[in-house]
């Protein structure tokens, strides 16, 4: 799932809200969260 949200983070598909939602429901972890866009994961 990692790759998958990265490529569509860098294609423009995902939103960084998107992306901390995931990190909410435990599909991402943080450091993934952070991997994939270059910002902190705040709560």
Known sequence: MFNNLKSRYEK???R???L???VK???ITAEEFRLICNMEYEA
């Open 12 to 14: 423009g598909w995902v």
């Open 16 to 18: 960084v809200d998107q």
């Open 20 to 22: 901390q939602r995931y």
């Open 25 to 27: 429901l435990k599909i």
